[in-house]
């Protein structure tokens, strides 16, 4: 089997997949056709070719963040954010992955309310699980851009519908433009959602801020997401990197988004080298997979083929990220599905 067919083959779990920049291309077509027949005004159409941010880009991180603008016009009705949702995961379904936890910012649009936009996917994500084979969950986003009462607000809804639909809103994470916003102003509302049973992921160390960085870890989200600025090679200091490896918190790493956004320069300096090296818990995941034009197989390829990864090694970073989900109650399912894959191929 080559390296391509295996990494497709494999069961794989994704843990950081943001719902906007999800979207592929074949999605948003069928959006912006849905609407133009509902007569619903969409200004995706002339940008459509913009969504996508590949390795010869001349945008960068900050530029990223107008492109999720697009995937937002599209997505503003309750039935086209369903659809999104629903094809969306179908994808993920199709590339070989067992289990994923979605996230998405609820907002209001002029046609939905947060509340009804956090409604819709949850009634999606119910629907997914009885029709596809893969588990699918969710995690509420908030937007380190916003108000930190937006913020709040979120947290609210985020608590009531984990105590509505304990087993699908599973977590709460702050993700958003890192250059904008402050950690600290959000973590009353994420400490509330903790306190509430929700789990907690963070973006940390997308730029250099070891201030930050040392808050965040010291916070101990259950996992972290990106995590480049944290070893002192990569714009973190000492500090924070003894952090990271005292308190063993898991990584979810994102090559190809990395890149794209020219955060790392190439793949073989991608700090996934030292947190391997430090046996620091790592998920391999895809982050926005429409707009970075990649996918979770190609993601485990790409890791497989830049770190010298063997079918064995990729495997049990598989297996590995089973004990970092969010749903517990899924865990040993999942390890018995990826268990029998590994003994079937006899790796
Ligand atoms: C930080 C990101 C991100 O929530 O509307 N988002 N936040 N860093 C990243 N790295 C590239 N990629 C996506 O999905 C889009 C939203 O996810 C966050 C941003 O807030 C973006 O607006 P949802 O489904």
């Not at 107008?66 to 997505?75: D, K, M, P, R, Y």
Request: proline content about 3%.
């Amino acid at each position: 089997m080559d390296l391509n067919t295996f990494c497709r083959e494999l069961p794989k779990i994704e843990l950081h997949a943001h719902l906007n920049g999800s979207l592929s291309r074949s999605t948003m077509l069928q959006l912006q056709r849905y609407l133009a027949d509902f007569g619903v005004s969409d200004k995706s159409n002339a940008f459509l070719d913009e969504f996508q941010i590949g390795s010869g880009d001349r945008r960068n991180l900050s530029d990223c963040f107008q492109v999720f603008n697009i995937a937002h016009s599209l997505t503003s009705t309750q039935d086209t954010l369903a659809m999104a949702t629903a094809l969306t995961l179908k994808e993920f379904e199709d590339d070989g992955c067992c289990y994923i936890e979605l996230r998405s910012t609820p907002r209001d649009t002029p046609h939905m309310t947060s509340r009804q936009y956090i409604e819709t996917l949850i009634e999606t994500l119910n629907t997914a699980n009885t029709n596809l084979s893969i588990i699918s969950c969710l995690i509420i986003s908030i937007n380190r851009g916003r108000l930190p009462s937006e913020g709040d607000g979120i947290a609210d809804l985020a608590i009531e519908y984990h105590k509505k639909y304990p087993n699908l809103v599973v977590g709460i994470e702050l993700s958003g433009n890192p250059t904008v916003g402050k950690f600290q102003d959000f973590v009353p509302a994420l400490q509330r959602a903790r306190e509430a049973g929700l789990k907690v992921t963070l973006h940390c160390g997308e730029i250099s801020n070891p201030e930050e960085v040392s808050d965040m870890l010291m916070f101990k989200a259950d996992r972290i997401g990106h995590g480049i600025c944290i070893h002192p090679n990569y714009g973190g200091n000492e500090s924070t990197w003894n952090l990271l490896c005292n308190y063993q918190i898991p990584v979810e790493v994102c090559l190809t988004s990395n890149i794209n956004t020219k955060s790392i320069l190439q793949y073989s300096s991608h700090h996934f080298k030292e947190l391997y090296g430090a046996n620091i818990p790592i998920i391999l995941c895809t982050d926005d997979k429409g707009v970075f034009a990649t996918s979770l197989s190609q993601e485990y390829s790409i890791c497989a083929e830049t770190f010298g990864l063997d079918a064995s090694k990729l495997a049990r970073l598989s297996l590995k990220a089973c004990d970092y989900i969010f749903m517990t109650d899924k865990r040993k399912i999942l390890r018995e599905k990826i268990l029998n894959f590994i003994n079937k191929n006899e790796l």
